[in-house]
């Protein structure tokens, strides 16, 4: 194991670099990513080196150890543009962040079953019914085995958050449906809720390789691949949602 293997903490020290608020750097042997919000920023490891691919040729990283951690300066094409320090995340930290999203993940299925419950009473195709009451069965198992990855961790989930943003949108979305279009709109929130699923799996996954629980990577695999089985049955209903939509409303086809 080499000496930087692991999750570190960033923060700026001085220079042009952003806050650098939230960003992350992982690293495994000769491979390493900085995570800062949705970007993901691979790089090489080099000894104390760290050499950013494309697109980001020419921007290095190098450090230098200091007391726990170490301090860092960033390069671009050789110039010194600003310097920061990382600090490893502990164990403890990382089941924390952990925790938290495997929170949300609960909260957000939960959401979603409320969702699937509107799709499935406002869709008059049988076979995409059937779909819906097949997901709504695998969501079911989804909130059940998040629940035990999030007990195993200590967690109380009698106090399990509401999921906002986007998806605490996409499932209020059924609600609208008395409007018309409803096969339409059924497949089009559908779609982009299995994609923020995902979505929010694959970061779960990571967090729980970062803290070294196996059980909740296999968990998001689980589900990672059934959510991708329903967006690919839904993509597949593109052109029979739209012309029932036309349909209801009037539209000549």
Known sequence: ????????????????????LGVRKRIAGDRGVTLAGPARLPFRVEGLTLRYEPPL??????????????????LLVGREI???TLRRLTMAEMTAYLTKHLDEAYAMEQNVLRMLDGMIETTDDPGMVDALEHHKHETQDHARWVKERLE???????????AGGILGALAKMPLDLVRGEKAGRNARDGYATEHMEIASYELLKRYAQAA???????VCDRIIEQER???ER?????DVAAEQSMKDEGVPV
């Open 1 to 20: 194991m080499s000496e930087l293997d692991g999750v570190w903490t960033a923060h700026r020290e001085s220079g042009a670099l952003p806050p650098m």
């Open 229 to 231: 089985a329903m967006a």
């Open 152 to 162: 195993a961790h200590g967690a109380d989930t009698s106090k399990v958050r509401e």
């Open 234 to 238: 839904i993509a597949s209903s593109w």
């Open 57 to 74: 040729v020419g921007l290095v990283d190098e450090l230098a150890p200091e007391g726990e951690g170490f301090r860092g300066r960033t």
């Open 82 to 84: 600003g310097t920061f």
């Open 212 to 218: 070294g629980d196996e059980e909740t990577v296999e």
